[in-house]
């Protein structure tokens, strides 16, 4: 079993810059793929970004040139840098871990991320 647990969510306005993190717990080494994904009201969830143990890395197009996905490995932590952000940009943001071998992903609990114009 794997634990997500996401935190720095918040309200910022368009232009600003926020940092969220995903503290994991439990049997990481069975995580093959780090991710974040998003849902916004009303819209489907969508992918973010994802990290895989080979430093892969893959990014949505909203994503793309204005957020970074990274890893603490000694802290089991991974992070979502969030850039220039857009009214567009807000939604509750969810951690992912994808198992190396076979089993359902694992999901955190969602942060919000509010954008105001």
């Known amino acids: 079993q794997v634990q997500l647990v996401e935190s720095g969510g918040d309200l910022v306005q368009a232009g600003g810059s926020l940092r969220l993190s995903c503290a994991a717990s439990g049997s990481i080494f069975t995580v093959g793929t780090w991710g974040w994904y998003r849902r916004a009201p009303g819209k489907q969830r969508e992918l973010v970004a994802t990290l895989m143990s080979d430093g892969t890395t893959n990014y949505g197009d909203s994503a793309k040139g204005r957020f970074t996905i990274s890893r603490d490995n000694a802290k089991s932590t991974v992070f979502l840098q969030m850039n220039r952000l857009k009214p567009d940009d807000t939604a509750v943001y969810y951690c992912?871990?994808?198992?190396?071998?076979?089993?359902?992903?694992?999901w955190g609990q969602g942060t919000q991320v509010t954008v105001s114009s």
């Open positions: 992912n871990a994808q198992p190396r071998w076979v089993g359902s992903d694992y």
